[in-house]
Every structure is written in C-alpha cells, then in structure tokens.
C-alpha cells in the first residue's frame, strides 16, 4: 500500500465561484461516507450503482474508505466536515497491457452540489494522480438516461469511445493530456474563477466593519470614499460602538445587517480580524477584503492561514490582508473600497499592485496622466485572490484593454507565466517586477547554476509569456499611455516630425538604440512633404520642419506621413518658440490624431512646460511625452509586444526514438545511491542517460589504473582526453586535470599521472574519445525553486566565464523557443560563419535543446545539469557532449505532466 498522498490536498473553484476542498479518502471518512450517501437522491444513487440503495453496508464501507492509492484511488470533496462528492477508479488487472493500465471511473455527487464542476474538478484529479501510477485509459459504464455524466466525460476534452448494450454506454477515453483536455480545463478554470470575483468587483451591498467617525482613520476614509463617490448599491458601516456613520445607520455587527450582502471591507485590528471573517461568512456574504495588517508580513502566517481557511470554509474570496482596497469606476457601481484620494476616472487599463503604498502612488499618477481605470485591486499579502485570479477575470473583461502589474514577488510563478501568455494574446500586460538588483547568482557546483539568477528567471518567464517588462514606474505609465490609447505598430519603422534640429537628432539615436528603424524617405515622400515647407525645411527623416512652423505646416505633414506606407509611427516634436501660436499648433497635431483611425500609432513629445504634467488634452487619444527617449523606449516595447503576439508559438518536441525507461532505471538506481540529500551522478550514469535521450556523449571509459587507462585507449582507439575524476574538480583544466590530444601507450601512461596528482580526492580517471574542431559551447539546466526548470545556452570558453553572453528559458522548450536560444546570445554569429569562419551545425544544436528539454521535463529528480563543452561540429556532423555533470535529488511529489501546475487549484 502507498502512503497517503498529501500533495492531493487542495482547494479549487466550482462554476459559480465556490471553493471546496478536494482530497483523497481516508479509513476515517466511514462515517462521512455513510452519512454523504444518506443524502444523495435516489436516482443519482441508481445512475452510479445500477440499483436502488438507501444505504451502504459496512462492508461496502470499508472497502470505499480503505484504498491502497496505487490500483485503487479515491478522491473525495469537503465542504466544511462534510462530505458531498467522490470520484474513484480501480484498475481493472485482466485488461492491463505493456502499453499501461486501464482502469474504470465512477462519479457520485450530493445532488444540492450537481451542476457546479465538482465531478469536473475529480476527474482532472483523477487523472492526474491516475497518469502518476501507470494508468493510460479510463473506462466507464454508464446509463443511457445519465446525460450529465456523458455531458462530464465529452466537455473533459479526451477522446471518448463508447458502445450502447442494452441501455449503458461503456465509454473508454485515454488520459493523456491532450491539447483538447488542457484548453477544457483552462476555460472551466476561467469561468469559476470571474464568477468568483464578480461580487468582489461588481457588489450590490457593501458592508465596511471597522467604519469610523473619525476621517482620518483607515475605516473612516474607506466608508466615506464608498459613499462619496456615487456607489450604485447599498452601504453599511458596521461599528458596534456608533449608532451611525456619515449619517448613515451603523451596525454592530455585519450579521445585524438586515439585507443581504455580497462585499465586506475589514478594517480592524488583526487579533479582530477572525472573527469578523466569521461573522461574514455566517451573514452570507460572498469575498471579503481584509485591510488589516498584522499577518505573513511580519511573520504571522498561521494566523492568515487560519482567517483563509475560515473564508474557503464559507465560499468567501478573500482580498488581502494588509492591503489597501480595491476600485471599479464603471459608472455601474462605482465601487471605492480603497482609503486613498483619488478616486480615477473610468478608462481601459486594469491594474493590480502588491504594495500598498505603491497602490496609493500609482492611482495619484493615474489620475494626474487621465489614464482611465476599468478595475484596481491590491492584493497585499495574496493570501488568497492574486494576480493570477485577476488575469483571468480581465482576460475577457470587455472594459479592460491593457493590464498594468505591480509585483514584488510570485506565488504560483509557473502558473502566472502560463495564464499571462494566453491573455498577452488578447491585450497587453506590463508589469514592474520589484528585485531586479537584489538577486545575484546563487552559489551553485556547476557553470550553469552559477549563471542563474532570480532575475533571469523573471526575464525568461516574460520573454515566454509575452510580458512587457518595465523597469521603472515611469516607464510602466510612458508604455500604458501608449498602450490605451493608440494601435499598436504593424513595425519597426519611425517617422520623426519636429521643429527642431536638437531634440530631432535626440530622438534619431533613442530610436536606434531600442532596436527601432529611422527609414530614410523615398523621393517621392520628401517631395510630398517638401511641398508644405519652407526652403529651408529637412523632408528627410526626422523631418525638421524649422521653428517657423506653424498649425498648417504640422496638420498637413502629419497627415502625409500617417498616409504613407513608408513607416509604421510618427513621433511628433513640438517645442514652443514663442509665446503666441502654440494653442494653435498643439490643437492641429490633436486634431489630427484624434481623426486618423488607421493602424499607426502617434505619440507626442512636447517640451519645455508643456511635457510631462497634466495631459494636455484630457478627451485626447494622443499621448505626451516630455522627452524623446520616453517616446522611443515606449514605441520599442510595443513594437516587441506585437511582433510576439503575432509570432509561431512553436511546437512541443515529440520524438520516437527515445529509451525512457532505460533513463528512469539508471535515475533510480542513483537515487537510492546518494540517499536523501543527493548528489552528482556517475559518468556510466550521465552516459546512459544522456544517450537514451538521443544525445550523443563522446565514447569513454572510467579506469583506476595505469594499465587499464592504456586498455581503455586502445578500445576507444585515436587521440585522447584524459581527465581526472574528483569530487572538488569542478574546473578541471584550472587545477591541471585534462590532458588532451593524447596518443600512444608511454603518452596514456604520462598523462594518467599528471592529472591523478592534479588533485588530492581523485577517485578515478576519465579516458575520453578526443573530439577536434568544432565550436565550443554550453547547455544546461538549473532548477529554479519558484519558475522551475531553467534551459541554457551559450558560447563556450570566454563568452560564458566572462561575458555571461547565454540565454535562458524556463522549460519545456518550442522549436521556436530552441531557435530564438541559438540566435540571441551575441556570440552566435560565430556557429554561422562568422567573417568566413567554419559555420557549426545548427540544427543538431537545436535537436540537443529540445532532447534536454524532453529529458528534464520526464526526469524530475534531476536538479541540475552542465553539457561544457558540448562540441557543435560543421554542418551535417552534429553535436557531441565532451563533459558532463548532472546532479539528482530525491522527488517526492510528482504529478503528471510533470512540473506543469494544474489549473483550478487555488493556489
């Protein structure tokens, strides 16, 4: 019998917004289960058993309870202590296979509970913890009239088979996770997540506890913000010691509250915080928003722990705690429940910020730009609502066009790069990820470790996921001003309109250095523009219309170069040269803006006392920068946004030569070697392992002596590598360990003294095939705790130990993602020839990325892996691993597919 499996513990997300908890059974649940099956109806009781039952015998009892969580598995959801669903299977042993196990299903919901993805959410599970143990089909048998089971099975996304005998369908699916499957599972996990922020965001009550009479306090300032500023519902102050609040009627407690409400705002002291969030979920209500702070932020995480299990245990989400509130400005609600001063005017840009006192700064700016805001939430601690809830909730959200992130840190980071790269194909997200600096490289045993760093990972996880990173809050509002307002650009191509030769040749070397085009005009487009201008004019690009431009001059060039198929943004320039006239000139560059609905955007870059503050068009969809850089740097990120929105997301390696088994025989094999805490596996280890995978490794043998190196070199026969094996000898050449190009029995004899004395702990020497030519360079693997897996690739010998030029991606790789890692490490010219030089084999190089990226996605006791040197050789002649390092640890918790989070968890 297998152990209990914890790591199956968790709560998810029914349809309409609920949380349960879902585990697996227990010998204890007999009980639970008799009562559970008490309570279902009839004629679900007789769809799952075939015949009616009123109750269970003890001995069926026993036998649903006591599994052995390997060919029987049970789960169960709870809601509160009880139970009110199950989901099992058995395996069926006379149907087994070489190719795996089937094994029947069966479902059972409390009939209060059908209808809301219960059964859903088991069979996801189900499946999973089934694919852990072996398990490759499902079957079913079910009755002809039970369309609500065949309804789960076929909206589960498996390709189902089923045969109708005299009025049951037996239904066989396989369970591998399909594409089908996953996107099933994605969008259920949608649509329970909105519906359960809906009352959240968009209340028809709102009860603050803790509202104050005193304006200054946090309390006080929330509940005058609700009322102030035109909240559509109704709204209770709840302050056992006021008879009233604003003049509006207090409670003593939200249960006294006389109607029904859907948000409560808690703004007391933390010890007070319990029971509040008791009180709320006795009263019905349905989130909560705790502003307290008190909790995980100083250490107190068992007292958060326990106020989200007491929401979970009532259906509550819950915002917070140590947070500052939340907004919604559609003219709906006109939600305020945050106790800052602004209060933003309704727009297109959604936004969430970790930081409270961020919150505050970032709605002030907000307001002073006129950006307009759908939705704010700050989520604080995160204890249960998070940016990953949120972008879910705003990936449909018709009144949200661009998402702006503040974060300090991630949750779930693998599943916030996953949700963020399906929503970036719908609208923007930019974020300011706090930490860039405060991240240097962990210490690690191997090259690869060592080059990781927190923020590398951060970098490959938005690079994948289509994230527009910022590094500043000023640069998030340059980009968002641009986002909201104008179409992204269909490329790279920037036309500069200015009065100015300066600030024209500013913008010229910005534009260049974020990677943008300053094309040079045709003929044809010089004259166009020429025409409108004085003689003294510049047509060319930027074109310097003189000081003396006036409001015709700008309208009638703007125009010209919007029209032009010659670019794909305008950047406009305008400094003031004298008092009078610049009214004028600032509404012809706005008119035309605002009338121009082709698909290039503008932005404006006005200088002196005109950039930078208020806007100076508040209805205007034109937006204003005080100085060029801003200008060019904004265009650069949206410019990079669109072309990966528009770009092959690649495929997933599927390769059909591979000897997994082979590969997870040697794995554990060495776990059991180096016990619990680990360690580095063996060359005949790394060989076995790495050639099961299709990765050539240049021929060896490990020996302990003289002769034996000599009748190693024999077998393996040509010039040698010979290397010392040590525990300590990472670097070996550094400390004199490798001898290469070695032939002859008195040179193998030499050189297997030379590097066995290099060293004080060598346990043996490595006699290696020697492998001429070709280009040096890395690949590898760290496991990163929070992003997982992190592939690399780089150049090797200087450019990696000095110049750090590699590139990371967080695993599993595209043959999109292998061949963008091949091109963006600076010194990849060399592997195409560089100056005449010998080109390397590319495509092998890319088959290597993508068979790592394989092997480390199917072996996740691997922590670690170094390929330095991996010798890329000409074209046609492929890639060969000279050295290798790999280290292990024991995996307790693997679920299938493995390292990929699992959509619904609340997490």
Known sequence: MAEYPAEFEFDVLLSNGQAIHI????????????????????????????????????????????????????????????????????????QTTENGKVAEVAFLVEDAYQGRGIGRHLLQHLTIYARRQGVVEFEAYVLAENMAMMRLFRNSGYRLTRQLDEGVYRVEFPIDYSTEAREAEWEHEKRAVTASLLPLLYPTSVAVV????????????????????????????????ADQVNGVAAYPSVTDVPGTVDLAVIAVPSPAVRQAVEDCGRKGVRGVVVVSAGFSEVGNEADEAEVVALARRYGMRLVGPNCMGLLNADPKVSLDVQFGPNFPPYGNVAMSSQSGALGLAILERTAELGIGISTFVSVGNRADVSANDLLLYWEDD????????????????????????RVAKKKPVVVVKAGRSAAGARAAASHTGSLASLDVAVDALFRRAGVIRTDTLHELFEVTELLANQPLPPGRRVAVLTNAGGPGILVADAIESHDLELPVFSEELQARIGSHLSGMAAPQNPVDMIASAGPEEYRRCLEILLDSDEIDAVITIFIPTSPEGSDEILDAINDTVTGYDGDKPTVGVFMGSLGGGAPLFPDSNLPVFGFPESAARALASAARYREWREADEGDFPQFDDLETESARSAIRGAVKRVGTNGGWLDSGEIRTILRAYGIAVAGERVVGTEDEAVAAGVEIGGSLAIKVISPTALHKSDVGGVELNVEGEDAIRKAFRSVSNAVDDATGVLIQEFVPGGHEVIVGMTEDPTFGPLIVFGLGGIFVELMKDVAFRVNPLTDVDARSMLSEVRSARLLEGYRGGTPGDLEAMEQLLLRLSVLVEELPEIAEIDLNPVKVMAPGDGAVVVDARIRIRPVSTIFL???KDIPGRML
């Open 210 to 241: 803790g509202a104050s009479r005193d304006p200054k306090s946090i309390g006080g300032r929330l509940f005058a913000n609700l009322l102030h500023n035109g909240f559509t519902g109704a709204a209770y102050p709840i302050n056992p010691g």
């Open 23 to 94: 585990r697996p059974i227990r010998p204890d649940d007999v009980e639970r289960e008799a009562e559970f099956f008490r309570r279902v109806g009839p004629e679900s009781v007789y769809h799952r058993f075939f015949v009616m039952k009123r109750d269970l015998s003890p001995q069926e009892l026993i036998h649903f309870t006591n599994i052995d969580y390997d060919d029987r598995m049970a789960l169960i959801a709870t809601v509160g202590d009880h139970m009110v669903a199950v989901g099992r299977y058995d395996v069926l042993t006379e």
């Open 398 to 421: 018709p009144a949200t066009d661009v998402i702006l992130l503040y974060m300090e840190s991630f949750g779930n980071a693998r599943r916030f790069g996953r949700l963020a790269r």
């Open 897 to 899: 597919p493995s390292r």
